[in-house]
């Protein structure tokens, strides 16, 4: 009995080791991937901080998740977070498409720069869209991509969330530049991405949550830009009034 006692507990510290290995090699190789990945998709940096994974109960927590800005834009980043959840089906870990059960982020800062016309997240769009054609039988040849770009895994992302998001709003209008920060950006929920083909590649749920973005971004920032245009349109007149009258006071010193 005291010999199987010592085998069972050996057993048991072998498991408990190659879990904890385990555990360690997911994150690591989930924070590469995102790291490697991302900025071919954006165009930008991509930095992650930390990846905690719960395999019992089948999540993972990214923290500290940062996409910086495109080149020519001059806000600190595009997007960040200071965390997300994301529930996987472990079972289809292995199979083709991998099921997420819900992708959950609370919380994000966002910064929209520019106009409605060229801003720092279209541009961002953009890219992924570039990278990742919606339609490969248009009649415009799709960009190059190499084998690891084509070969990755499917997913099917059941519920996607974005709540509690901050938007900071750096606009310009007519030579006018105002910023508006933290303003709170309406929620964000997608269901069944890629249910209907089977499953998506990782740069088609980037494009896809990426369109959502900085749709809600930009129509935030339209609520703001009228009123940007009528106050840079007022500074040009309050302008000229201000230019007249000084004439008209040159005049009547001359006159005297």
């Known amino acids: 009995m005291k010999h199987l006692a010592k085998v069972l507990l050996a057993l048991l510290l072998v498991v408990l080791l190659l879990v904890g290995v385990?555990?360690?090699?997911?994150?690591?190789l989930i924070k590469r991937g995102v790291e490697q990945v991302g900025p071919r998709i954006t165009q930008t940096s991509v930095t992650l901080r930390d990846v905690d994974i719960a395999l019992l109960s089948g999540r993972a927590k990214l923290e500290d998740l940062t996409i910086g800005n495109p080149t020519g834009f001059q806000a600190p980043s595009a997007f960040r977070l200071r965390n997300a959840t994301v529930r996987l089906d472990w079972k289809?870990?292995?199979?083709?498409?991998?099921?997420?059960?819900e992708?959950?982020?609370?919380?994000?800062?966002?910064?929209?720069?520019?106009?409605?016309?060229?801003?720092?997240?279209?541009?961002?769009?953009?890219?992924?869209?570039?990278?990742?054609?919606?339609?490969s039988s248009e009649k415009a040849p799709a960009p190059k991509r190499d084998a690891q770009q084509s070969s990755g895994k499917k997913v099917v992302i059941k519920q996607f969330t974005m709540t509690n998001a901050r938007a900071n709003l750096w606009l310009r209008?007519?030579?006018?530049?105002?910023?508006?920060?933290?303003?709170?950006?309406?929620?964000?929920?997608?269901?069944n991405i890629g249910a209907a083909s089977g499953g998506a590649s990782f740069q088609e749920v980037a494009t896809i949550v990426l369109t959502s973005i900085t749709?809600?971004?930009?129509?935030?920032?339209?609520?703001?830009?009228?009123?940007?245009?009528?106050?840079?349109?007022?500074?040009?007149?309050?302008?000229?009034?201000?230019?007249?009258?000084?004439?008209?006071?040159?005049?009547?010193?001359?006159?005297?």
Do not use: C, Y
């Open 22 to 28: 385990l555990h360690l090699w997911l994150g690591s």
């Open 92 to 101: 289809s870990a292995l199979s083709d498409p991998v099921i997420i059960e």
């Open 173 to 191: 209008a007519d030579g006018v530049e105002t910023k508006a920060q933290g303003i709170s950006l309406q929620d964000i929920r997608l269901k």
């Open 215 to 256: 749709n809600s971004a930009a129509r935030l920032a339209t609520s703001l830009d009228k009123p940007l245009e009528k106050g840079a349109q007022a500074l040009g007149e309050s302008a000229e009034k201000a230019t007249s009258k000084t004439l008209e006071d040159v005049k009547g010193l001359l006159n005297k």
């Open 103 to 135: 992708i959950v982020i609370d919380g994000p800062e966002i910064t929209f720069e520019g106009t409605m016309a060229s801003s720092n997240l279209g541009t961002i769009r953009d890219n992924a869209t570039a990278f990742a054609p919606a339609d």
